[in-house]
């Protein structure tokens, strides 16, 4: 397996900085090395001085705090920050691009949790790690929402390339038909649950026989859970909160696709954002 290799982005904010620390320290811990970069936006800023120049100037400032980061791993750009953070990722060979959920500027927060974090996820070729809890960063308990589609079983074998012997909890949302309309089919109590008690039953099969055709790669164990859902994004914190996970999951492709975003937004957790 390749040396684990994240990329950072910094505004030089102080958030930024305490996204780095917990960064190098979760890349440390996997044996990796973290590359940063700092994007020189041209549309929004015209330099007196040249690239060279800022770069210098911005390395003595970061090792003011990190006073024995590499000058090879630090990456001064300019562009467009949206455009440029990917390219940079395809050009390092990096596994992983992780970004925080806020900055002390204004620019800095729209790019991580507005309309930029979008264009970032679906311009790179590789994960997008969104940080939005201020603590350690784990990835050994991974919550995967799955809709039972090749996509969500590419999603586990792009888990399994990015992080070794992690637990992954793969969980199944269904809906009940016509749930609003029973009663006035005249379902009464006991057939409206015994007809949602065979939909469970039902979901809860189909989850299992998806499992069955996985091609589980060595180090991943899986376990599974169904949750009866309104697919309210802002509700899913509150119907996945008794399942134990360090990291929430989400691949941008197949019905999963239609509310990922959506749950980026609303979501308490780190969510890990999967192209696949």
Do not use: W
Not at 2 to 26: C, G, H, T, Y
Not at 66 to 94: N, P, R, W, Y
Not at 228 to 247: A, G, Q, V
Request: proline share 2%; with cysteine; glycine share 4%.
């Amino acid at each position: 397996m390749k040396q684990f290799k994240s990329l950072v982005a910094i505004d030089f904010s102080k958030e930024s900085f305490v996204v780095l620390q917990r960064v190098l320290e979760f890349t440390q811990k996997l044996g990796g090395v973290t590359d940063v970069v700092h994007i020189v936006e041209n549309s929004f800023f015209s330099p007196k001085k040249d690239l060279g120049y800022i770069k210098a100037h911005s390395l003595e400032k970061l090792r003011l705090t990190f006073k024995d980061f590499d000058a090879e791993h630090f990456h001064c750009i300019e562009g467009d920050t949206k455009e440029e953070i990917a390219k940079v990722a395809d050009i390092l060979q990096s596994k992983i691009i992780i970004i925080g959920k806020s900055g002390e500027t204004y620019r800095f927060n729209d790019i991580y949790m507005g309309s930029h974090t979008k264009h970032i996820v679906r311009s790179a070729n590789i994960p997008v790690l969104v940080l939005k809890k201020e603590s350690e960063i784990l990835t050994k308990n991974i919550l995967l929402p799955t809709d039972l589609s090749t996509h969500s079983a590419e999603a586990i074998l792009s888990i399994a390339r990015l992080f070794e012997n992690v637990h992954l909890t793969l969980v199944h949302f269904y809906t009940i038909p016509f749930e609003t309309r029973l009663n006035s089919y005249g379902f009464n109590d006991e057939d409206t649950i015994e007809y949602m008690s065979v939909m469970k039953e039902q979901s809860e099969k189909n989850l299992e026989e998806f499992i069955e055709t996985l091609n589980i790669p060595e180090g991943i164990t899986i376990s599974s859970k169904v949750r009866k859902s309104s697919l309210n994004p802002k509700l899913f914190d509150e119907e996945t909160e008794d399942i134990s996970h360090d990291l929430l999951a989400l691949h941008t492709t197949g019905k999963v696709s239609f509310y990922a975003f959506d749950v980026l937004e609303s979501s308490r957790e780190n969510v890990l954002i999967l192209k696949v």
